[in-house]
């Protein structure tokens, strides 16, 4: 049975609110009418060249009236999105494209010359959307190869698209998270998922056509899912942080009268050691969300100060559960006594979902104790992209819990009497960058591709904090000690969050009493000053 | 411009002299009053943050840059207008 595609409150907004402002990018104010007309030209051209009827299109733009638009447009034509980011370098770019299986990219006018670098390393034909260019000159010999369909190509329709019916099954979109084998995982979360988000995060927050909401994740992390389709849900305005704010936007916040900001704690973190989180600095926020990695009491404490008006919440949620899947409130009188390690609580989990904690058989522990965090809920997502055994080992059945598919997080947790849960660190090798979710095994497989060593490990550093704010690689028996060659090519693969700010050689590494290397002890070494 | 704020434009600018040199980055431009840290691809947010503590400490400054669109306090003078120096 037919339901509802993720655009379905984007369209219904613009019927209620055709004048009202849905978008601001620069100085450049789009309303609910333009942006519907603009989106449903670039669905028209997609349904109109599809080549081969696939799932999900990609799109290649950045902080654009195309990027947004673009995502709109995909989506009422009945497609996915699998948004790629052209901060990230070619190869990982190439690798995501080939991944989704997309055979239509849409480009805005930024990334056209990373388009001509793209161009020559494609051996599977495209059809390229550019709505914003009407005069693409190609650079690569195998542009024959595709169909490029500048603007002036793309006749307007004569009626704004509807959101289309979909299977609630089908990917609403395709993000792509690091991977330990080396290759990104790709995530198709579908229009069912999303929808339960929408649904619970409407009925929580009292959100309406007045407020302005913030745009400053990359739309290649999913939290900026809850930041256009919530907004535009209630027919708000959605307000795009430009590259030159997302480091310190206090005054974007203030220029623009936001009322809802939703970020990683690290941007809170720098706008503090900038002297940036003065008291009352931000009078029109009523909401300001947390997200994708601890938050420390302090900063809550610190932004609750700076936004005396707002609400101020925790939230916490893997990409495979769907943006976020539980909340806590800041109480200022409460929560500093509910904090354990200086860390705000992830909270509760959402209505109508289910939170278990398990031991390494998959046993519930004793309320209390530590264990893994394994969550079920319409939010929770069918398996990885191609990867049924990866799939198979996170998504599982629990003892004693039915037939009901919990995901794996990974994440050690503790749940309290309340049904509180509280982060406690990972099982594995999985850490946090400003957010971005780095597996230090993908860290090593890239290093040990240049160092011509297997002897590769990465840790988080600095080491002494809540959240890490990069890498460092540890190389024993490399071919040659050149770190700047290797942390180089490394910038050629990884995301810069990821590249190794550091890389050591030292002539033996230390073995824990299971003869595996010690990645504790590394730390230590380098605190120590025993490896530089 | 002062003199110690002079010293601290020049502290920048060898600040980005080295990071140009550690990542292998070539200078399209010239280092000048408007030369973008985070534009120019040398300096994260972490980066930037490192410069703005060694800065403190060398100099026994503050920096506040509450007035300053970050477009403008990402530059190099704009930095420099963002200390808070004794002669002032």
């Known amino acids: 049975m037919k339901g509802k595609s993720l655009v379905s409150g984007f ?95 849409v480009v805005d006018e930024e990334c056209i010359d990373q388009l001509n670098e793209i161009l020559p390393h494609l051996k599977k034909p495209l059809t390229i959307l550019l709505p914003e260019t009407s005069n693409f000159v190609g650079r690569s010999k195998q542009l024959d190869l595709h169909t490029i369909i500048r603007c002036t190509g793309a006749k307007p329709p004569a009626a704004p698209a509807d959101a289309p019916p979909v299977e609630p099954q089908s990917p609403a979109y395709l993000l792509f998270t690091s991977g330990s084998t080396g290759v990104p995982k790709g995530i198709p979360v579908s229009h069912g998922n999303v929808e339960a988000y929408l649904a619970y995060t ?20 999913d939290l900026s ?44 973190m720098v706008m503090g050691r900038m002297r940036l989180l003065k008291p009352a600095s931000f009078e029109t926020l009523k909401y300001s969300l947390f997200c994708g990695e601890a938050l420390p009491a302090e900063i809550a404490k610190a932004w609750q100060a700076a936004a005396p008006g707002s609400v101020v919440e925790n939230l916490y949620g893997p990409t495979e559960a769907t943006i976020a899947i539980t909340n806590y409130t800041w109480n200022p009188s409460v929560s500093p006594g509910e904090c354990i390690n200086g860390v705000v609580p992830i909270g509760w989990v959402f209505d109508d979902h289910k939170a278990c904690v398990v031991d390494h058989e998959l046993k519930t522990v004793p309320q209390g104790e530590c264990g893994e965090l394994c969550l079920s809920g319409k939010q929770v997502t069918r398996g990885y992209l191609n990867n049924p055994e990866k799939t198979k080992s996170q998504y599982v059945a629990l003892p004693g819990q039915g037939d009901s598919v919990w995901y794996r997080t990974g994440d050690l947790v503790k749940l309290d009497e309340r049904g509180c849960l509280y982060y406690q660190g990972r099982i594995d090798n999985q850490i946090k960058i400003r957010g971005f979710r780095v597996e230090l095994q993908e860290v090593d497989a890239t290093v040990r591709r240049f160092a011509g060593t297997e002897m590769v490990v990465s840790v988080p550093w600095p080491a002494n904090r ?29 995301p810069s969050y990821m590249v190794p700010k550091r890389c050591y050689f030292v002539q033996r590494m230390p073995l824990n009493a299971n003869g595996k290397i010690d990645r504790l002890q590394l730390i230590d070494m380098i605190q120590r000053g025993e490896i530089s | ?70 477009e403008v306090f990402t530059t190099v003078d704009g930095f420099v207008a963002c200390v808070r120096v004794d002669e002032d």
Request: charged share 25%.
């Open chain 1, 202 to 221: 409407c009925k929580r927050y009292d959100i309406d056509e007045d407020h302005r909401f913030s745009q400053h994740f990359d739309l290649t992390f």
């Open chain 2, 1 to 70: 411009m002062s003199h110690v704020r002079e010293e601290i434009r020049n502290f920048i600018i060898n600040k980005i002299n080295q990071k140009s040199r550690q990542l292998d980055i070539a200078l399209e431009e010239d280092i000048g009053a408007a030369f973008s840290l985070t534009g120019s691809g040398l300096f994260d947010s972490m980066d930037f943050m490192d410069l703005l503590a060694e800065i403190e400490t060398t100099f026994r400054a503050e920096v506040d840059f509450s007035d300053y669109e970050p």
């Open chain 1, 11 to 105: 369209v219904n907004s613009a019927n209620r609110f055709p004048d009202r402002p849905a978008l601001e990018v620069g100085k450049q104010v789009v309303s609910y009418a333009e942006l519907h007309h603009i989106a449903s030209g670039i669905a028209y051209t997609i349904k109109r060249y599809d080549p081969s009827g696939t799932d999900v299109a990609a799109i290649l733009a950045y902080r654009s009236v195309t990027a947004y638009a673009g995502i709109l447009g995909i989506l009422l034509s009945g497609k996915g999105y699998a948004p790629l980011n052209p901060r990230f370098p070619l190869e990982r770019t190439l690798r995501m494209l080939e991944l989704s299986g997309a055979d239509i990219l």
């Open chain 1, 466 to 494: 809540e959240n890490a704010e990069g890498i460092v690689s540890i190389i024993c028996g490399a071919k040659t000690e050149n770190e700047k060659e290797v942390i180089n090519q490394c910038a050629k693969i990884l």
């Open chain 1, 225 to 268: 899912v809850h930041d256009m389709f919530l907004c535009w849900e209630v027919g708000a305005c959605l307000c795009c942080v430009p590259e030159s704010a997302l480091m310190a936007p206090a005054k974007f916040i203030r220029d623009r009268q936001l009322t809802a900001w939703f970020a990683v704690p690290a941007v809170p």
